[in-house]
């Protein structure tokens, strides 16, 4: 079952959240201030963050600005518009005002985590490597970089069976009906190039070549 983390300094609605959420089936992490937020997401990586802005010390605001790559519900007393703007427009995925109905929230919260598994079914991740196959997109540590159609189609065969070693036909026969160009001859070539301009970005060799056989991710 999906973790949710609840980020709030109100005890009361932290232990509420908590128990209401364990009966649901959820995994729950718990932090009770900006700082042991930063803390507790430093050590984990929740499938959604329900978070509280008016807290001591940092502010839920600032915990915010410091969350990349996850779902997060903001909670909070404050009704303002103008408010709830700028925090969404400062990366939140949805805000919902105190007092809230507890249906409402669960609502919210099931919405936010079918977009997310929506959302990975087209992502394709190793390591710091992200494949969006939807847009063709290809980011190391979250630099973009171009790379061929025939370079795209073997990174992409090698990330979806990352533990595998690709023989060499396997991957010819796999990428030959988006990339007919490439041949045998000019694979170790195409796969080179691969190899380099991932390298430039990070300093790290993902791809390995397996003598006789053919190629795999690295485990790094």
Not at 116 to 136: A, M, P, R, V, Y
Request: charge should be negative; proline fraction near 4%; glycine fraction near 4%.
């Amino acid at each position: 079952m999906p973790q949710i983390a609840i980020i709030d300094d109100d005890q009361y609605i932290n232990e509420m959240l908590n128990d209401v959420l364990k009966r649901e089936g959820y995994f729950v992490l718990q932090a009770y201030s900006g700082t042991e937020a930063i803390y507790l997401l430093s050590n984990h990586k929740p499938d959604l963050i329900l978070l509280d802005l008016m807290m001591p010390g940092l502010s839920g605001e600032e915990v915010l600005t410091k969350i990349k790559g996850i779902p997060v519900i903001v909670m909070s007393a404050k009704a303002d518009v103008n408010n709830k703007v700028a925090v969404l427009l400062g990366g939140a995925a949805d805000y919902i005002t105190k007092p809230f109905d507890m249906n409402e929230l669960l609502a919210r919260i099931i919405v936010q985590l079918r977009n997310t598994k929506n959302q990975s079914l087209s992502k394709i991740i190793f390591s710091d490597i992200i494949i969006n196959t939807d847009l063709h997109e290809v980011f190391v540590s979250d630099i973009p970089i171009k790379l061929t159609k025939t370079e795209y189609a073997i990174l992409k065969l090698l990330m979806i069976n990352p533990n595998q070693v690709i023989t060499k036909s396997s991957i010819l026969d796999k990428i030959s009906y988006d990339t007919p160009d490439c041949v045998e001859s000019s694979l170790k070539v195409h796969i080179s190039n691969l190899r380099r301009k991932l390298r430039e970005v990070s300093g790290k060799d993902y791809i390995e070549a397996v003598w006789g056989i053919g190629f795999k991710m690295r485990d790094n």
